[in-house]
Nanobody, 115 residues
């Protein structure tokens, strides 16, 4: 199982970024998929999670209304659209595949938001 995140970078506050996660070995159509982030000195936190079957995605309060998680079942990819970015959104963003047996993690992509 491999998860390859991309799309991070340096952006000014108020800007947007779109993260992508290419998944192989598990099907995004059948498993919960999530984005986590970790800022320096902080614990990793759940940002957004999407479930199979059309359920309403979960968003952390800090990103609700600004971030949107989505997936492409054909391409087997997961996305995180991030709008109205704030300096406190800075961190390493990782995608995660949540299966019944274990969680699978990608290597992460750095997002830096300047004020």
């Amino acid at each position: 199982v491999q998860l390859q995140a991309s799309g991070g970078g340096l952006v000014q506050a108020g800007g947007s970024l779109r993260l992508s996660c290419a998944v192989s070995g598990i099907m995004v159509s059948l498993n919960d998929m999530a984005w986590y982030r970790q800022a320096p000195g902080n614990q990793r936190e759940l940002v957004a999670r999407i479930r199979p079957g059309g359920y309403t995605p979960y968003y952390a309060d800090s990103v609700a209304g600004r971030f949107t998680i989505s997936k492409d079942n054909v391409l087997n990819k997961v996305y995180l659209q991030m709008n109205s970015l704030k300096p406190e959104d800075t961190g390493v963003y990782s995608c995660c595949g949540i299966t019944l047996s274990t969680n699978y993690w990608g290597q992460g992509t750095q997002v830096t938001v300047s004020s």
